[in-house]
């Protein structure tokens, strides 16, 4: 039994091994959070019910830098994707609307904490904006996007070391 | 029979003179070459007269721009860091003694106010800012401006001119929490 | 008439619709050896010229082979950025614009081999077929068509357009390269690395898919 059990441990470490060597490109080496927050002036509620409160940390972050500056944030969805060495992904943040979409992709690592990625803005089935932003750690990307229901949209993309935790990864 | 790449120019219509008409000669008893050619001329010509050979990239002046802006940016990026020379000394050897003194005192004055490469080495790259990115965007009379947000502590992009969500847009269900009755965040809009 | 012909007859676009390179092919001569060798001495100014001159085709190229306008944009850029690169390496007595073809075959194969992680979600891909670059847009393109321009070009070239995405990478570069491009088999086999052979064989595999393709298109009106 204990043979067996070896057996199939080094079967299946093999098999991790092998699967890990063959194609380095979808190692995972980073995770991206998109979130979309809706700012208002107004009245809140145009947003509708199925919105969720913005943490008072994130609120006070956004209202610090003025162009970002409402005074009610709400949050409209996020999503949590792998960053891929060499692959592109995706991220739904409205999921399953196609609303509002987020293409990235792993350019360079131009230091330990500094990593320039491509990334796509996609509102409405347009690609809106393309940039190869430098990416730190804990230093979002902040889009001050489109109006929608009396206030705007901002989309916040923002990579963190280590893969996503307990995601289906798609 | 002819070999494979006087058949293939023959299908094309790219062969001339002699060699066209010994081939032709020979495809008169080849009705599945005829009908290959004929089949080559026809979507050439559908092909030819719909897609262009040549079509010039939109925001062309930008497309160039672009390019040498990466290549300006690559090039930065390998080119060696070049390092400060103290050569007060080497001119020592060349002056007279009274004009090296005065020299050697203002040399030394100099380094009082000027880092030396042992003193003040170069930023490592991480504190370093990070190069302005590029901003595209395709659709017309949408603008994009970055800067780097110190009160935020983030990057931000502004972008005018997008077409707004339609209002019709609703957040999905999948999008939203558990908790009934969210509160917001309110935020006095005037720093105190 | 079959229904080639008939197509091919209702020429209602020209060969190319727009911009300075659109009567086709600039010609490779003595003003791009000339520019290649000031860019190979790192002239920026001589390499513009030489994107300038060429863009055209490899856009062109490119946009036959990927679905998405903006990425066909991209990547030609690319396509650019890396033969300065490679210049120091091309040798000047060899073909430019053949050479840049192999640069953009090799620009595409990386692009459509790493588009997506295998198992990876499939977005609709109807999203990024819509994409498109329209500078003479208002707005937004548009999609609707009048039923009187049924078969007016755009539409036509979106039928062809749509038609080519269905082959393989290699039989649609191959068709893209002969058909369009009008490049001689010998640069085509040099593009594509492999024989005049496989380029005949693709070719004609090619050439019958689009024309059982276009064919059932244009029956079903």
Redesign the interface.
């Known amino acids: 039994m204990n043979r067996r059990r070896a057996i199939t441990l080094m079967a299946l470490l093999g098999t991790g091994v092998a699967t890990g060597q063959t194609d380095p490109g979808k190692d995972v080496i980073g995770t991206v959070t998109v979130v979309v927050y809706y700012g208002t002036n107004g009245d809140p509620s145009a947003a509708g019910p199925r919105t969720k409160a913005v943490p008072a940390e994130v609120a006070t972050r956004l209202s610090r830098e003025q162009k970002l500056r409402f005074s009610k944030y709400l949050e409209l969805g996020r999503d949590m994707m792998p960053l891929y060495r060499t692959y592109e992904n995706w991220a739904k943040p409205v999921h399953p609307s196609q609303e509002i979409l987020l293409r990235f992709e792993a350019q360079s690592h131009l230091s330990k904490d500094l990593m320039r990625m491509d990334v796509e803005l996609w509102l409405s089935q347009k690609k809106i904006l393309k940039t190869d932003a430098a990416m730190t750690p804990d230093k979002p990307l902040l889009v001050l996007g489109p109006e929608w229901r009396g206030g705007r949209l901002i989309i916040s993309v923002e990579l963190k070391p280590g893969k996503p935790k307990s995601q289906d990864e798609e | 029979m002819p070999d494979e790449e006087m058949l293939a120019l023959w299908v094309e219509d790219e062969l001339t003179g002699e060699s066209a008409a010994t081939v032709n000669a020979w495809a008169v008893a080849q009705p599945e070459w005829l009908a290959r050619r004929e089949q080559a001329r026809q979507i050439k010509g559908l092909l030819r007269a719909h897609l262009p050979a040549a079509e010039e990239p939109p925001y062309a002046d930008f497309f160039n721009s672009r390019i040498s802006r990466e290549i300006g940016r690559e090039a930065v990026s390998v080119e060696p860091a070049t390092s400060v020379k103290v050569t007060a000394s080497f001119w020592r050897f060349f002056l007279p003694a009274t004009a090296v003194a005065g020299m050697a005192l203002c040399f030394w004055a100099g380094t009082r106010v000027v880092p030396t490469p042992s003193s003040s080495p170069l930023p490592p790259v991480a504190n370093a800012p990070a190069p302005m990115p590029v901003l595209y965007t395709p659709e017309q009379g949408v603008t994009a401006a970055f800067f780097n947000s110190s009160p935020a502590h983030a990057e931000v992009i502004v972008l005018d001119g997008v077409a707004a969500i339609p209002d019709s847009f609703e957040v999905p269900e999948t999008a939203s929490v558990e908790e009934p009755a969210p509160a917001t965040a309110v935020i006095d809009p005037l720093p105190r | 008439m079959?229904i080639?012909?008939r197509?091919?007859s209702k020429?209602l676009?020209g060969?190319?619709?727009?911009?300075?390179?659109?009567?086709?092919?600039?010609v490779e001569g003595p003003e791009d050896e000339a520019l290649v060798l000031r860019a190979k001495a790192g002239d920026?100014k001589a390499?513009?010229e030489l994107?300038?001159r060429h863009?055209?085709?490899i856009?062109?190229m490119i946009?036959?082979m990927v679905k998405n306008?903006?990425d066909?944009?991209?990547l030609?850029?690319d396509v650019?950025?890396k033969a300065?690169?490679a210049l120091p390496r091309f040798e000047v007595k060899a073909r430019f614009t053949t050479w840049l073809y192999r640069i953009a075959h090799n620009t595409v194969y990386d692009f459509t081999r790493?588009?997506?992680?295998e198992g990876?979600?499939e977005?609709?891909d109807e999203?990024l077929s819509?994409?498109r670059?329209?500078?003479a847009?208002?707005?937004?393109p548009s999609e609707s068509r009048s039923p009187d321009d049924a078969l007016a070009?755009d539409e036509?070239?979106e039928k062809?357009?749509s038609a080519l995405a269905k082959l393989s990478p290699e039989h649609r570069e191959a068709?893209?390269l002969?058909?369009?491009?009008?490049l001689?088999?010998k640069e085509i086999a040099e593009v594509m690395s492999c024989s005049?052979?496989t380029?005949?064989s693709r070719?004609?595999y090619a050439?019958?898919k689009?024309?059982s393709l276009?064919k059932d298109e244009y029956d079903a009106r």
């Open positions: 079959n080639f012909q197509l091919a020429t676009l060969p190319a619709e727009s911009g300075s390179a659109a009567t086709g092919n600039p920026m390499y513009d994107v300038t863009r055209g085709r856009y062109a946009r036959n306008e903006t066909a944009w991209d030609s850029q650019f950025i300065w690169q790493r588009r997506r992680p990876g979600d977005l609709n999203l819509r994409d670059i329209d500078p847009a208002v707005s937004t070009g036509l070239r062809i357009e068709v893209v002969k058909d369009v491009q009008g001689a088999y005049i052979g380029v005949m070719l004609f050439r019958q689009l024309q276009l």
